[in-house]
């Protein structure tokens, strides 16, 4: 029996992209599914650091405002939907330059009792390098 391997290396990585197209079909169409709705109003918990020390703090939302209690410290902010999952929140009554610039947060993912989010300034100056961080709220009531 003569085997022609050339057409067998053929058939082989012919095989190995139709896997790979197929691999790649199915993930991309993958969508995450995010409930953003069910996080627009409540009081939720989150953990950050200030110089190594992890803390927690927590905020109220509505659909106008996010109260923030936090170092034994309220920050008031009102709050602007761009959309389900994305908003602005520009300070009230801010105590510096720096604390006027609007902040854009994105909720990325959800789960039953939790989001994901992304946020930085909404605004830059030219030249300042712009910066995004994530964290994790948890609704507590």
């Given at each position: 029996m003569i085997v022609d391997f050339s057409n067998f290396a053929f058939k082989l990585q012919?095989?190995?992209f139709l896997i790979l197209i197929l691999f790649l079909g199915f993930f991309s169409c993958y969508n995450i599914d995010r409930n953003c709705k069910d996080y627009k109003t409540g009081t939720f918990r989150f953990d950050y650091v200030v110089n190594n020390i992890p803390k927690t703090g927590t905020f109220?939302?509505?659909n106008k405002h996010s109260i923030n209690?936090?170092?034994?410290?309220?920050?008031?902010s009102e709050v602007k939907?761009?959309?389900?999952?994305e908003f602005v929140l520009y300070k009230i009554n801010p105590?510096?330059?720096s604390?006027?610039?609007p902040i854009h947060m994105k909720i990325l993912t959800t789960t039953d009792s939790s989001y994901t989010f992304e946020y930085s300034k909404a605004s830059f100056n030219e030249g300042e390098t712009k910066r995004k961080?994530?964290?994790l709220a948890i609704k507590v009531d």
């Open positions: 012919f095989m190995r109220k939302r509505t209690f936090y170092d034994g410290k309220t920050d008031s939907w761009i959309n389900d999952c105590k510096s330059i604390e006027k610039d961080e994530k964290g």
